[in-house]
């Protein structure tokens, strides 16, 4: 079992950054490929980023691609991704969500755990 707890969201203006964490506890996290995931209001809940359980390969979407970057801590059991120049677009809620394999996948349901989300505002 594994309970993931998200936090770092917020209001920013365009162009802004924020960070988010993703904090698991239970056993293993160094098991899990992690992915952040995000939804708007009215969408789909789509793949942001992610990373496999040893960090050395990431994945980004097109749209955050250069702009996002993900990154995890182990021996801390905390996933981040940080956001930078942000987009009215970008605004959504955000889930961290733990994969039970070394890589990680696009499709939502292929993951195991879920966060309660933290919600991003972008103004313009």
């Known amino acids: 079992q594994v309970q993931l707890v998200e936090s770092g969201g917020g209001l920013v203006q365009a162009g802004g950054s924020l960070g988010l964490s993703c904090a698991a506890s239970g056993r293993s996290f160094s098991s899990y490929a992690m992915g952040w995931f995000r939804q708007a209001p009215g969408k789909e809940r789509e793949l942001v980023a992610a990373?496999?359980?040893?960090?050395?390969?990431?994945y980004y979407a097109d749209s955050v691609k250069g702009r996002f970057t993900i990154s995890r801590d182990n021996g801390r059991n905390t996933v981040y991704l940080q956001m930078n120049s942000l987009k009215p677009e970008d605004t959504a809620a955000y889930y961290c969500?733990?994969?039970?394999?070394?890589?990680?996948?696009?499709?939502?349901?292929?993951?195991?755990?879920w966060g309660q989300g933290t919600q991003v505002t972008v103004s313009s």
């Open positions: 969500a733990a994969k039970n394999s070394y890589y990680y996948s696009a499709s939502d349901i292929e993951y195991d755990y």
């Open positions: 990373i496999t359980r040893r960090g050395d390969t990431t």
